[in-house]
């Protein structure tokens, strides 16, 4: 298989710097909380322990366009559509009020998959699945992703 596009975009630091101030709260709160037990210290520190594990995960977003399918995802949530299925795709602009950061449902039925604000690729589908008409992912070459896109859609 050969890589058309690849890209290894890091995460907003708003969203890490996020995610980490919660783990240290809750590390906090443990270490306050006097006579409640091992149960409470075991449930904040392991409250603890999953947001910096979500940190280390959405720490990129990686995007990988070959001749027949774009993959994209952060850790370990990942995606994969071919690109045979790919109906149309543009270069869109998202803000932290129309797509947010992370992955989540936007405008009915697209799903974004977003690192940072600012450009982006909507992926619209041929073949609707349940609940989706397509994707948003975000990055920080959108020429590059479309024209991957695009291209290895058409030569289908």
Excluded at 21 to 28: Q, R, T
Excluded at 36 to 55: N, R, Y
Excluded at 98 to 110: E, N, P, Q, T, Y
Excluded at 134 to 141: D, H, L, R
Aim: a positive charge.
């Amino acid at each position: 298989m050969i890589d058309c596009f690849n890209e290894n975009q890091p995460v907003s630091p708003l969203l890490t710097g996020l995610l980490l101030g919660l783990a240290a709260i809750e590390l906090v709160v443990a270490g306050m909380t006097r006579g409640s037990g091992l149960a409470l210290l075991l449930t904040q520190g392991g409250t603890a322990l999953l947001m910096l594990l979500l940190a280390y995960s959405f720490r990129s977003l990686k995007i990988r366009v070959t001749e027949d399918e774009i993959r994209f995802g952060f850790g370990p949530f990942k995606k994969k559509l071919l690109l045979s299925n790919v109906h149309s795709a543009r270069i869109v602009d998202v803000s932290v009020l129309s797509a947010g950061i992370g992955i989540h449902m936007v405008r009915g039925k697209l799903w974004a998959w977003v690192a940072r604000t600012g450009p982006a690729v909507e992926i619209i589908l041929k073949e609707k699945t349940p609940g989706t008409n397509g994707y948003i992912v975000s990055t920080s070459q959108p020429r590059n992703l479309l024209d991957a896109v695009l291209g290895s859609a058409q030569a289908k």
